[in-house]
């Protein structure tokens, strides 16, 4: 009955598969979620345009199983329709590339580099070599794999450009691992093609870890090594709260010109990781929900435990501010420059020499990491602009900020022990924008009704007021459109309507 039911047609529709109705079916079959490391996932279930996108991920890795060869793994129809290229790619059109048709794999496995347990299907190490978006320009995916010529154009950070797959074998021939489709694998004559260097040799690491297949067994006696020097320097064991690591005296503040400074370009964050779990915090100490290629990225990291200060950019401000607002991640590919360590696993390194953490900052991000997402930022030139790491003892700190305050009015929005919380208007609603000291006096100049719902985004510190109060203040704002109070000047006759005192860029984007 159920053969019937499959074979049954709608019009001109093609029966449905079992392959389609649950491409995965295979890959489980191989595999013990039990006792592999490998990720697993539902069936896709897509409807319509979904099943014949155009566009997706792709992800080339390598790996060291019974033999080492490359895994080229396209986004078709919510899986990876993967292909072992014992080769791997070439640049040169010249080449055709043996490519052997494998089973599907979850969309979990663009993220996977690890080692597969002994006794385990596909046991050994596998890096990513490789990662970006795929286009197919011609024909739906789906088509090409079933008419066997599939055409395609990479947009990695390895290979680019177009590319063919033409299969040579159909479902009946030689099997090569378990499948019984041969294909070719031909690089398109366009603008990317290299006919004198091998891709392979050049790009021998991951562009997750770093690390190359050789290391990668290797990575938790590296992480172990690392701790076991920490503890050996004398460094100081203690956690890096956020608050602690973003309030005065600690948190870096924008500078014209220093000499240990590097140009700031985009938004301010310190990085958590701890295990597999990796969070963003802003200047304010808020959870920093976009940027998840970011958080993977930091989870590739051979080092497991961590806090890190640096600026996520966009190519620019105008592309930081889309992200924030909600852009796709091809539209605007994130970037994240770190400035300073502030631990490795139970050490606090912000006493530290700058000299020493800047050693260490390289071990836990190398040069060739993380999908190219990664970087270490360096001092520009003999006179570089923007904030400044380090304070006369090298010491993690602040340092003075070098621009012109301005006198502003805010309205109050919240109040504590010894603070005000100030915001000010963007549009037709209230934004926090910082904190200001309060004396005896101003507070009994002031009526700060307590109200029970507050200000979207106030600081949990905060007890929240009603909007009615305005203050006056001589100030800066310095980077994320943060609120920097040089001097409470007292209460303002300025109705709450009309204040709108604000940075020229926009929150969390410095032009």
Same mark, same amino acid.
């Given at each position: ?10 019009? !001109?529709?093609?029966?449905? %598969? ?17 006792? %592999? ?80 347990? !002994? ?15 795929? *286009? ?20 990695? *950070? ?31 004559? !366009? ?58 005296? %600690? ?19 310190? #990085?958590?990781? *701890? ?24 989870? &590739? ?96 700190? &602040? ?7 301005? #006198? ?67 100030? %800066? ?35």
């Amino acid at each position: 009955m159920k053969e019937e039911e499959t074979d049954q047609t709608n019009g !001109d529709e093609p029966p449905i %598969t079992d392959s389609e109705l649950d491409p995965l079916a295979e890959y489980r079959r191989k595999r013990d979620p039990a006792a %592999t490391n490998e990720p697993f996932q539902d069936p896709p279930v897509l409807k319509g345009d979904a099943r014949d996108a155009r566009e997706g991920q792709f992800v080339v890795q390598l790996h060291h199983a019974t033999r080492v060869h490359y895994d080229l793994r396209l986004e078709v129809a919510g899986v990876l329709e993967s292909f072992a290229v014992p080769k791997g790619p070439s640049q040169n059109p010249a080449d055709k590339r043996l490519a052997i048709h494998t089973e599907a794999h979850p969309m979990r496995y663009l993220d996977f580099e690890a080692v597969i347990p !002994d006794g385990q299907y596909g046991a050994g190490p596998m890096i990513a070599w490789d990662r970006g978006r795929v *286009r197919y320009p011609k024909t739906s995916p789906r088509e090409g794999l079933e008419n066997g010529k599939l055409s395609f154009e990479l947009y990695g *950070r390895r290979l680019r450009g177009g590319y063919t797959l033409i299969r040579t074998r159909g479902r009946g021939g030689r099997s090569f691992e378990g499948s019984k489709e041969a294909w070719l694998l031909i690089k398109k004559r !366009d603008d990317e093609i290299d006919r004198e260097r091998d891709v392979r040799e050049r790009y021998p690491q991951s562009v997750y870890s770093g690390l190359t297949i050789e290391e990668l067994p290797s990575a938790p006696e590296r992480y172990d090594a690392l701790l076991s020097s920490l503890a050996e320097s004398g460094a100081r064991r203690g956690t890096v709260a956020v608050e602690n690591a973003l309030s005065r005296p %600690t948190f870096v503040k924008t500078l014209e010109v220093s000499a240990n400074g590097v140009e700031l370009r985009g938004a301010r964050v310190l #990085v958590y990781r *701890r295990g597999s779990e990796v969070a963003l915090y802003d200047s304010l100490g808020r959870s920093v929900e976009m940027f998840d290629e970011l958080r993977r990225a930091f989870a &590739c990291l051979s080092t497991t435990s961590f806090v890190l200060d640096g600026e996520i950019t966009c190519g620019s401000a105008a592309g930081l501010a889309a992200r924030i607002a909600g852009a796709p991640i091809h539209a605007h590919a994130a970037h994240f420059r770190a400035f300073d360590l502030l631990s490795i696993g139970p050490y606090d390194l912000r006493s530290c020499p700058r000299e020493e953490r800047a050693q260490r900052l390289r071990e836990v991000v190398p040069a060739e990491s993380a999908r190219a997402l990664l970087s270490v930022a360096e001092p520009a030139g003999d006179a570089p602009r923007g904030p400044v790491l380090t304070v006369d003892d090298g010491a993690y700190g &602040c340092v003075t900020v070098s621009v012109s305050p301005r #006198v502003m009015d805010f309205v109050v929005v919240g109040e504590s022990e010894n603070e005000l919380a100030l915001a000010s208007y963007v549009g037709a609603r209230l934004r926090f924008r910082g904190s200001a000291p309060v004396s005896k006096d101003l507070r009994d100049a002031l009526s700060l009704s307590r109200v029970d719902e507050g200000l979207s985004g106030l600081p949990p510190r905060f007890d929240p007021v009603a909007p009615q109060d305005v203050v006056r203040v001589r100030g %800066t704002f310095i980077e994320h459109g943060v609120l920097e109070v040089e001097e409470v000047l007292g209460t303002s006759d300025v109705e709450v309507a009309y204040v709108t005192s604000g940075p020229v860029a926009a929150p969390l984007v410095n032009r």
